[in-house]
């Protein structure tokens, strides 16, 4: 089972970026995949996950309106686009599989077993 997350870079406040989560070793549309970022000193953080169908999705309230998670089931690929970008969205975003089949979208990083390197996504001006 291998995700790796690539995308990052440095924005401006108010910009976008598009992340990319590439799968492989698993079926997709059997588990619920999440977006997580992290911050030096501070807890990994749920942002974004997307339902084992695909046809389900929960956000972090800090991010609602402003990013979107989508799916490839032929690509492989989860997506996260994100708008309206802020100082406070900087940070590692990793994506994550989870731990079991089926189910909800966990937002608790525990309920995830199979973790991506991560991205470094930076909003400055």
């Known amino acids: 089972v291998l995700l790796q997350a690539y995308g990052g870079g440095l924005v401006q406040p108010g910009g976008s970026l598009r992340l990319s989560c590439a799968t492989s070793?698993?079926?997709?549309?059997?588990?619920?995949i999440g977006w997580f970022r992290q911050v030096p000193g501070k807890e990994r953080e749920f942002v974004a996950g997307?339902?084992?169908?695909?046809?389900?999705?929960r956000y972090a309230d800090s991010v609602k309106g402003r990013f979107t998670i989508s799916r490839d089931s032929a690509k492989n690929t989860v997506d996260l686009q994100m708008n309206g970008l802020k100082p406070e969205d900087t940070g590692v975003y990793h994506c994550?599989?989870?731990?079991?089949?089926?189910?909800?979208?966990?937002?608790?990083?525990?309920?995830?077993?199979?973790w991506g390197q991560g991205t470094l996504v930076t909003v400055s001006s």
């Open positions: 994550a599989r989870r731990g079991t089949r089926w189910g909800t979208i966990p937002d608790q990083s525990g309920a995830y077993n199979y």
């Open positions: 070793g698993f079926t997709l549309d059997y588990y619920a």
């Open positions: 997307i339902s084992w169908k695909g046809d389900g999705v």
